[in-house]
Antibody, heavy 119, light 108 residues
């Protein structure tokens, strides 16, 4: 059974950097899946942030690309998100998500981790 | 980027009702359209992919249809566990992937 579990700081100051980790279990991160981050602002809709393949190939949302880095750690079967220059607008629930390589739907989601940007 | 809209933004219905939610894309996305259900405090859950294919384990009362720019999600007989928010998501020429703003279904 595929499971994803996010972990992160919960609270970050404005202008700071967010670092989140997603631990994957039940499947190798080197399998034929893409590994994504999706966020949801309080009471708002869903925004795709970016994704990574186990080879290190990445795709990012153009709206966030200048501030985002996604990396993969195959030895620990996990991947991570770094989001820089945070503002209050980045306050959101952050989900790690996966999609099969040749498919374009997200079939497994983590439970999410809430980030608040505040001084 | 392709923009997605949904209507209505919310609706009230009773158990047993037939419910239809509409999703519209800003350009032709063929059948690259997926539907998710999100309950309060939970992550979204995939219901329908490729416009009309039912994800494994999803009850058959859920169905999807459409192609091009107009799509629908239908719940044939609303059950108590179906009160939730529903999102469409396009994957044509993705990434980037974009989601609709959501439709909240609550109890009348």
């Amino acid at each position: 059974q595929v499971q994803l579990q996010e972990s992160g700081p919960g609270l970050v100051k404005p202008s700071g950097t967010l670092s989140l980790t997603c631990v994957v279990s039940g499947i190798s991160i080197s399998s034929g899946n893409w590994w994504s981050w999706v966020r949801q602002s309080p009471g708002q809709g869903l925004e795709w942030i970016g994704e990574i393949y186990h080879t290190g190939s990445t795709n990012y949302n153009p709206s966030l690309k200048s501030r985002v880095t996604i990396a993969v750690d195959k030895s620990n079967n996990q991947f991570s998100l770094n989001l820089r220059s945070l503002t209050a607008a980045d306050t959101a629930m952050y989900y790690c998500v996966t999609r099969p390589f040749i498919q374009n739907y997200f079939d497994h989601w983590g439970q999410g981790t809430l980030l608040t940007v505040s001084s | 980027d392709i923009q997605m809209t949904q209507s209505p933004s919310s609706l009230s219905a009773s158990v047993g009702d037939r419910v239809t939610i509409t999703c519209r894309a800003s350009q032709n996305i063929r059948t690259f359209l997926n539907w998710y259900q999100q309950k309060p405090g939970q992550a979204p859950n995939l219901l329908i992919f490729a416009a009309s294919s039912l994800q494994s384990g999803v009850p058959s009362r859920f169905s999807g249809s459409g192609s091009g720019t107009d799509f629908t999600l239908t719940i044939s007989s609303l059950q108590p566990e179906d009160f939730a928010t529903y999102y469409c998501q396009q994957s044509f020429n993705a990434p980037p992937f974009t989601f609709g703003p959501g439709t909240k279904v609550d109890l009348k």
